[in-house]
């Protein structure tokens, strides 16, 4: 009897802004020759994260080794969309030897792990891992609690409490399903906030994990790759606050895509995002736009009043130098106020 080998799958989760795009484009550039193909998935009407991963310009960070599910939530729409791109990837004449699942930002991974139980390709990979990136200085600022004592004391009373901040509510399900987490960012905080933050880190796991600290998302393969974890035989060990079946909404999110004009500087338009980055309600703004006279395409992105830019790759020819930025807030924001302040 032929036993078929599964192909590992490393699922990344994470909070808006964590820097998931950052560490699997890192993994990828030092995958050593490893054939890897990304499932990238974004929540919103324009996706960002397959085109920035394909810049990488090295070998196995092709346009054809990533495949961009947009518009939507992969642990909404398993039937839909993920088991046929699944089923995709591993029908290919070359399979992949490993696959890296990026969830968007707003995803519940549990689900997405129970997705692979379905027959369809259950007997053909495994989760290899579930890897947590978080933000350590949006832990620090209490980004995801409103009052983080009183919710650990909520915690200790009983593990099944649900939350009224959606962002706490969607950052612990990242958390507890977890086999190994990435704090992120460690670079922006000093010593003892950094030793804060694990703490409070450590706090929400139900299980002894492995917490990793990084700058920029830079790790080594080895310590991604390879965890053999089988999470979705594991499901018990992994708690979450929604019930088995029942669906993840994104009733508390809405995002739009603006566009955007060319800009004098990177500066000004960086300028532009902070400021609209203050409006109630805003948790993440990304996305490309042209300099003035400049050949090279800007990436933009903005999480909380912390904004970065940098060019990513030369505008090809005959494509429309036409910048959009994607918002993503909580539900009502004013995207009036956002659009005006990104107008300048």
């Given amino acids: 009897m032929t036993i078929v080998q599964k192909v590992p799958c490393t699922i990344v989760t994470g ?19 490893r054939r890897l193909a990304i499932l990238v998935n974004e929540f ?3 996706g960002f994260d397959k085109s920035f ?7 196995g960070c092709t346009e054809d080794a990533i495949v961009e599910l947009p518009n939507g939530c992969i642990c909404c729409t398993v039937a839909d969309d993920f088991v046929p791109a699944m089923t995709a990837l591993l029908d290919r004449p070359e399979p992949p030897e490993h696959i890296l699942i990026e969830t968007s930002g707003l995803a519940l991974p549990k689900p997405l792990v129970q997705a692979f139980q379905w027959p369809a390709i259950r007997s053909r990979v495994t989760v290899d891992g579930v890897v947590a990136v978080v933000d350590g200085p949006a832990v620090a600022s209490g980004a995801f609690a409103d009052d983080p004592e009183a919710s650990a004391a909520q915690r200790a009373a009983d593990t ?11 950052f612990e399900d990242q958390l507890l399903c ?12 000093d010593a003892e906030t950094r030793a804060r933050v694990r703490a409070e880190v450590e706090g929400h796991l139900p299980r002894a994990v492995k917490v990793v600290e990084t700058e920029r998302g830079a790790i080594d393969p080895r310590v991604l790759l390879g ?19 029942e669906d993840h909404d994104h009733d508390d999110f809405e995002t739009v895509a603006l566009p955007i004009r060319p800009t004098a500087t990177p500066g000004d338009l960086a300028a532009r995002v902070e400021r ?13 736009a042209a300099v003035e006279g400049k050949p090279m395409r800007l990436v933009v992105q903005g999480v909380g009043r912390r904004v970065g830019h940098h060019f990513d790759r030369p505008w090809r020819a005959g494509e429309p130098r036409d910048g959009t930025l994607v918002v993503i807030g909580l539900k009502g924001f004013d995207r009036e106020a956002v659009a005006a302040a990104l107008a300048g």
């Fill in 44 to 46: 919103g009407d324009v």
């Fill in 178 to 189: 977890a086999d190994l987490v990435v704090l992120n960012k460690s670079d922006l905080i």
């Fill in 15 to 33: 909070f808006l802004g964590a820097g998931k795009t950052t560490l699997v484009r890192h993994v990828v550039e030092n995958a050593g020759g």
């Fill in 53 to 59: 991963l394909a810049a990488c310009g090295v070998e």
């Fill in 160 to 170: 099944a409490v649900d939350h009224d901040n959606p962002l706490e509510e969607v």
């Fill in 227 to 245: 965890l053999g974890a089988a999470a979705e035989d594991d499901l018990d060990a992994r708690p979450s606050h929604h019930g088995e079946g």
């Fill in 276 to 288: 609209a980055a203050e409006t109630a309600g805003v948790l993440r703004i990304k996305g490309f």
